[in-house]
């Protein structure tokens, strides 16, 4: 089954401790992109990569680091996370053509 | 900036009625438009694309864009109250950008 796998669903940390969030497609897209949600504001995009190795920002980036090492796999890292990250994060992958993006189940992250 | 701008709603219709969602776009040279529904707690989950001036008709939805008044449409025929749930419009600004809209919340009431 084609999808895009997100790790861990739910997540409650504290200001600074380091995480990670996971990000795993099966369908051998070139693109990924990360996007939080927040009420009222809705999807904004954090960052985004065109192929392994190539990445870059989007309109939300602060606070927030990626990688792309290999093809299947974009995490998401919070080096020190704060409160005002306390939001509902999505991965999306999608081919060359057409645009139409894949999301992942989400990821609940609230920082205390 | 570029923009995509939705009316937040919510809206309501009654079971079996024409819901009609809009959105509007600030950059005139934006070429590919999507819509997108979301249930509460959910991913978003791809209803249509429209990348040409008109009509896309695919079963009871109909997508509409209109390129001179920037703007793009959702028309959901026969509404159901499983259609009830928040509607995404997203332009995708070329690259590898997608902007999307804060949503429309649609209840369709039995």
């Known amino acids: 089954e084609a999808q895009v796998t997100q790790n861990p669903r739910y997540l409650i940390t504290v200001t600074g401790k380091k995480l990670t969030v996971t990000c795993s497609q099966n369908?051998?897209?070139?693109?990924m992109s990360w996007y939080r949600q927040d009420p009222g504001l809705g999807l904004r995009q954090i960052y985004y990569?065109?192929?392994?190795?190539?990445?870059d920002k989007g309109d939300v980036p602060e606070g927030y680091k990626v990688s792309r090492k290999e093809k299947r796999n974009f995490p998401l890292i919070l080096e020190s996370p704060s409160p005002n990250q306390t939001s509902l994060y999505f991965c999306?992958?999608?081919?060359?053509?057409?645009?139409?993006?894949?999301f992942g189940p989400g990821t609940r992250l609230t920082v205390t | 900036q570029k923009e995509v701008e939705q009316n937040s709603g919510p809206l309501s219709v009654p079971e079996g009625a024409i819901a009609s969602l809009n959105c509007t776009y600030s950059?005139?040279?934006?070429?590919?438009f999507f819509w997108y529904r979301q249930y509460s707690g959910k991913s978003p989950e791809l209803i249509m694309s429209?990348?040409?001036?008109g009509d896309k008709e695919d079963g009871r939805f109909t997508a509409q864009l209109n390129k001179a008044s920037q703007y793009v449409s959702l028309l959901i025929r026969d509404s159901q109250p499983s259609d009830s749930a928040t509607y995404l419009c997203?332009?995708?600004?070329?690259?590898?950008?997608?902007?999307f809209g804060a949503g429309t919340r649609l209840f369709v009431k039995a």
């Open positions: 999306a992958s999608r081919g060359q053509v057409p645009y139409e993006q894949y």
């Open positions: 369908m051998n897209h070139e693109y």
């Open positions: 990569s065109m192929n392994v190795e190539v990445t």
């Open positions: 950059d005139r040279g934006s070429q590919s």
């Open positions: 429209i990348y040409s001036n």
């Open positions: 997203a332009d995708h600004t070329g690259g590898f950008k997608t902007i």
